[in-house]
Structure formats: C-alpha cells, structure tokens
C-alpha cells in the first residue's frame, strides 16, 4: 500500500450507511471522499487517480449504473463496487459482466467492504504500475535521447515530458550547467509529432550580440555591408520542427521584444526585407538562471519571460539525485568502450562511494567527463575530487547512520545489476549474498532486474 493514504469515494443516499461504511472506510485508514449523489464524482476522477468508487445502484439523478458507464469512459480500468438491495441482484450480475469490479448486498458485514475495497485498490495499484512500466519501456526503446535514471524527480520529468511533447505551447526549461538542458529539448522534439522536422539550436551566449538578430531571423542580399547574399534564419529552418534558445537569458533586450512579437504572431521577417514569413514551430527556451528574478532585476524582460513560462520543466541537479549516480556512470561508460574500444575496468566500491559523496557542480556533464576518463584510463585514474572538501549535504546530514547504510547499500546493488545487465546469477557472485538475500533486498529496495537489461 502506498504511503499515502489511498482514496476511496463512497456514493449512497442514504445517511447511515454512509456513516457506518464511511467510518469503517476511515478508521481502515483509507482517505474518504462521501457522496449523497453520483455526479460530482466525475469531477475527482481521472486515468490516473489511484482510488476506487463504492457506490449505491438506486440513487437520485444518476444512478450507479449511469455513473460505472461514464467512469469506464474516463478510465475503463478503474474499479467500480456497487452497493445493492435485495431486488438489484440479477441487475448487479450484469452490470459485473459491464465491468463492475465487484457487488456488495445490503446489509453488509464491515469485514466484507473492506475485503473488496482492499483487493479493488490493489487492482488499481497493479494497473497504474504496468501503465507506468509500460510508458517508460515505449519511451526508453524509442530512437532518439533518452533521459537516465530511475529516482522519483526523473521519472515524473520523463512523465511530465512525455505529456506535453505534443502540446502547441512553448517550453522553458530551467535547470543547473551541465544537466541536460539540450538533450531534454531534444527529447521532447524526438517524442513529439514535430521529429520529422528541423530541430534547430542555438546558444543566445554564443552568438556575437551583432550577429544574433541576423543569426535568427535571417537576411537579405545588401541588408547591411557583410551581406553579400540571402541567408535563411534559425527560425525559418526550423519551420514545422523545433527551435532551441538555450541561455534564453543571454539574449540582448533589444532582440528580447522582436522575439516576443514572433512568439505572439508566428511570423518573421528577414532584415532587409517587408515580406511576412508565417512560421509554425515549437521554441524551447532553456536557462541556467531563476528568469523570474531576472525579469524583477530588471536584466530580463519580464512580458517576454511569462510569454515563456506557459510550461516549465524543471531539471534536478546530480546531488539531488544520488541514486541514479551509479546508473548513469554504467550508462556513460558503456558508451565510452563502445567509443574507444577499451573494455571497462571494475569500480572499487571505495570509489564508487566516493562518487556518491561528490556534490557535482558540473552536473551529469561532470560525471560523463569522469566515466569517459575512467575507461580510457583505467585505476590510473585521478577522480578529480578525491583530495578536496566535500560540500555538506543537507540530505545526508539529515540522515541517521543506518539510512546513509541503506543508501549505500541500495547504491551498490543498484551498480552491480547494472553492471551485469540484471543478471542475478553474475550480481549474487559479484557481491556475495545468498539469492534470497540479494532478492529481499531488491525487494525493499524497489529495484528490479528487468529495468537493467541492455
């Protein structure tokens, strides 16, 4: 059961049996929503709520039936349980034949609701966790980036990706140096209608503030003395697909209100030129800084930055995902051997310990850099940080002895099956634990071998 308490809508019109099932409900620790009508239960339901709906067949406006049919048109997995009388019996049966999950026949005994609610929630637990499972296998398998890792913060920005790479809207992306601000843009085009289509990058810092304006909007022949021919902009050569401002805060304010316009009326012109080019593209803006303070400072416009911030995906930073350090090492330095040929040398667990105490100012880019290094050069490698101070880590200072153990316990395991591409048999010799060990602790640890398959 999760950890939060599951939620459970009781429908009936009458008033004691909402007390009484309502109190048994409660006291089972069940997070209880009580109705006297069907209705507005379409409104706290949808495909991912985790909860079940009890509710009475007789009811006044919508009755039970009308109201399991318009849930399975909202989600057609989520459990229904109807509460009958005595002459609602043969309509029950057909109504489970429809879908119901289960009925229960007034007068019922407290241990049967809960009995059918607990093993209607578990059905609802199991279906969200293969939807879950099969997401993220369909977006791991896809070509194209992939976006690593397995903690909470990740998983729900793969999510969160996933569900907006189709929306018209516009995104930024706001996150560390050294995060992935370009390979989550690149993601979130690959996984989206616009793939087939130009995904154009720039960066706002990178450009000479005199060429920018000429870099994204183009030219034509003789619009100032160097242009000497037509040009085609960034934003013309990602019509249809994907333009990628990264260090959006870099760009000049100047420049900063002609890219609001072209935000606003999906349309350029070229310097030099009066003719309209209308425009149907995605911008992704990305950003090393908090924009709204900037905006507030007065270094960023602030119509241009709420223009922007329709849909913000934010980006962890390494130390605030320790748990996935271990996987993306793997990760990056699978692709160096395949790179260079060389075979991996294994991880001590001393280093890989100190991987995991390291604060990664540079990020996911920093660790990549590490892996690369560590497969060209093997034990003589020099982890860069093994000799300085270690910034505190609020999270570890906040954690007692036993769980910073679990962590690394976890961390280890985590390595080992990655290492051995989720064979149990190479994991259980490599770390000299009996098998059923190695699985009580995968187990509490969430971890499972499927996920580590190359």
Same mark, same amino acid.
């Given at each position: +059961? ?18 009484? %099932?309502?109190?048994? &409900? ?51 997995? &989520? ?59 369909? %977006? ?26 189709? +929306? ?85 304010? %100047? ?7 072209? &935000? ?6 070229? &310097? ?76 001590? %667990? ?105």
């Amino acid at each position: +059961m999760s950890s939060q308490p599951l939620p459970v809508i009781l429908i009936d019109d009458e008033h004691h049996i909402r007390m009484a %099932a309502g109190q048994t &409900l409660e006291l089972a620790g069940y997070d209880l929503i009580t109705l006297e009508k069907a209705e507005p239960t379409l409104q706290k339901v949808n495909e991912d709520w985790p909860g079940v709906v009890v509710s009475d067949i007789n009811l006044p406006g919508m009755d039970g039936l009308e109201l399991m049919r318009q849930v399975q048109a909202i989600d057609p997995d &989520l459990p229904v349980i109807l509460i009958t009388g005595h002459g609602d019996i043969s309509m029950a049966v057909g109504a489970i034949r429809d879908g119901a999950y289960d009925f229960i026949e007034k007068p019922f005994a407290s241990e049967l609701l809960l009995d059918v609610v607990r093993r209607a929630l578990d059905k609802r637990s199991l279906t969200l966790e293969n939807r879950r499972l099969r997401d993220e296998v369909e %977006a791991q398998n896809v070509p194209g980036p992939r976006i690593i890792g397995n903690t909470q913060a990740i998983r729900s920005l793969r999510q969160l990706g996933r569900s907006v790479a189709d +929306m018209p809207a516009d995104i930024l992306i706001q996150a560390e140096t050294g995060c992935g601000k370009d390979l989550l843009a690149r993601y979130l085009h690959e996984h989206g209608k616009r793939r087939d289509h130009n995904f154009v990058a720039i960066n706002c810092g990178a450009v000479p503030e005199n060429l920018i304006e000429s870099e994204l909007f183009g030219h034509e022949a003789g619009a100032f003395t160097d242009a000497k021919a037509q040009r085609i902009g960034k934003f013309e050569h990602a019509n249809g697909g994907t333009l990628f401002l990264d260090e959006i805060e870099s760009m000049p304010m %100047a420049l900063q209100i002609k890219l609001l316009r072209v &935000l606003e009326e999906r349309a350029i012109e070229r &310097l030099g030129s009066n003719d309209v080019i209308p425009l149907d593209l995605r911008v992704i803006a990305a950003t090393k800084l908090d924009l709204k303070a900037e905006a507030e400072a007065g270094r960023f416009r602030e119509d241009l930055y709420y223009r922007l911030n329709v849909v913000r995906l934010d980006i962890p930073p390494l130390r605030e995902r320790r748990e996935d350090i271990a996987l993306l090492f793997q990760h990056f330095a699978l692709v160096a051997s395949s790179l260079y040929n060389r075979e991996i040398p294994q991880l001590s %667990a001393e280093r890989m310990h100190s991987l995991m105490m390291h604060d990664w100012p540079g990020n996911v880019r920093e660790l990549r850099n590490l892996a690369e290094r560590y497969v060209l050069l093997g034990e003589g490698c020099t982890f860069d940080f093994d000799n300085r101070p270690i910034t505190s880590d609020d999270q570890a200072d906040n954690m007692t002895l036993p769980e910073q153990v679990e962590r690394f316990e976890k961390m280890l395991i985590h390595t080992e099956l990655g290492r051995h591409g989720g064979s149990i048999k190479d994991t259980l010799e490599s770390l000299g634990v009996p098998r059923k060990t190695l699985y009580d602790k995968m187990k509490k640890y969430g971890l499972d071998k499927n996920d580590y398959k190359q």
